[in-house]
């Protein structure tokens, strides 16, 4: 990963080929100190983890695709919960046939190249636990 710019508090990343975007960019936070924000992204990947979630069950459904896509859009927010940051993305992604499919991304390796902008913000975001969901929700 690459810090093409700062500005302010934003930030335009780089990821190259064999980066896992999610975990590096939770060490990215840590590192400087960012409690909260949003970013978007856009590249291509050749393996990747995403989940529906069942509301009903209150569980994750995983599929795990190992082929070349292109991420048509990668989004997300972080936030914290229990003194750990909280890395939240959806992603959409589409294959030669350009039809897209996506989900709530759990992992994310770049084939080519994935190109993240990131918008920070000054205020600590938190989630909590919402049991009636079953998941941690933004407070």
Do not use: W
Request: proline share 1%; glycine share 8%; net charge negative.
């Amino acid at each position: 990963m690459k810090i093409i710019l700062k500005e302010n508090e934003n930030y335009l990343l780089r990821f190259d080929p064999g980066d896992e975007v999610l975990s590096l960019f939770k060490d990215f936070c840590k590192k400087e100190n960012i409690n909260s924000g949003s970013f978007t992204a856009i590249g291509a990947t050749g393996e990747i983890i995403i989940y529906y979630y069942d509301l009903d069950r209150k569980e994750y459904l995983e599929k795990i695709l190992k082929e070349r896509l292109e991420i048509t859009s990668l989004i997300g927010n972080i936030a914290h919960a229990e003194d750990d940051i909280i890395i939240h993305a959806h992603g959409t992604f589409a294959g030669p046939d350009c039809h897209a499919f996506g989900g709530h991304v759990k992992k994310l390796v770049v084939s080519a190249t994935c190109e993240l902008s990131l918008q920070t913000f000054k205020a600590k975001v938190e989630r909590e636990q919402n049991e009636e969901v079953g998941l941690k929700l933004l407070k």
